[in-house]
Nanobody
Framework: EVQLVESGGGLVQAGGSLRVSCAAS????????IGWFRQAPGKEREGVSC????????YYADSVKGRFTISSDNAKNTVYLQMNSLKPEDTAVYYC?????????????????????WGQGTQVTVSS
């Protein structure tokens, strides 16, 4: 059974840091890219970051570049999203998702429909 389980969300003050984790099981982790998406109330789910486990390439939304860092521990089948300098507008439910290659198209990593599996999400709240 495929599972993606997010953890590490919580409440933090603006300017603070959080690290969320995505533990994967039930598929060949090294063959997939893992993406992080977020959804704020009343808004569309948007791509935040993605890492391709085959070669380690990573991608970031402009809104988080320089503040968020994605990493993957292939031995643990876990992807992390380190979030620094958090802002109130980063408040959302954060979801991780997995997509198997081949990957194609512009900005494929943020195309929700390409992803095969999704986690249940973890809430991140940034207070001002």
């Amino acid at each position: 059974e495929v599972q993606l389980v997010e953890s590490g969300g919580g409440l933090v003050q603006a300017g603070g840091s959080l690290r969320v984790s995505c533990a994967a099981s039930g598929f060949t982790f090294d063959d997939y890219a893992i993406g992080w998406f977020r959804q704020a109330p009343g808004k569309e789910r948007e791509g935040v970051s993605c890492i391709r486990n085959t070669d380690g390439n990573s991608y970031y939304a402009d809104s988080v570049k320089g503040r968020f860092t994605i990493s993957s521990d292939n031995a643990k089948n876990t992807v992390y999203l380190q979030m620094n300098s958090l802002k109130p507008e980063d408040t959302a439910v954060y979801y991780c998702a997995a997509v198997k290659g081949p990957w194609y198209g512009d900005s494929w990593y943020f195309v929700r429909e390409m992803y095969n599996y999704w986690g249940q999400g973890t809430q991140v709240t940034v207070s001002s």
